[in-house]
């Protein structure tokens, strides 16, 4: 997306912005938070893992930073600022992370 599409006048840092789509649910049985700045990277073959979070878009649509009681859910959106097209987007919302991610989102190249 350029910066007119996500409404603002920064240029990207790694490159282009991506709008992506998320449905958070606590499928747990006790409250969770969500929250995805500084927790969300790319990366693909040739680039390092790269903190890919933005204040953009930030107000518009849906709050996706917040507590979620059991079975609660949200669908929202967060802007990214990624290096190229394609590639993986990976969210690190554990304690460590040397742990497994919480989730990776594949981005398709076209």
Known sequence: MTPTEVNTT???VLG???RLTLTIKNVGT???DFSAYGLIKWENDDT???DATTLE???EGPDLDVMYKPGQSVTGFKV???A???GT???WGGEDESEAPTFSVTLTSS
């Open 10 to 12: 920064n240029e990207p």
């Open 84 to 86: 190229s097209k394609g």
């Open 48 to 50: 390092a893992a790269q």
């Open 57 to 59: 878009g930030v107000g």
């Open 30 to 32: 006790k409250p969770g």
């Open 89 to 91: 987007l990976t969210y």
């Open 80 to 82: 990214l600022d990624v």
């Open 16 to 18: 282009q912005y991506l």
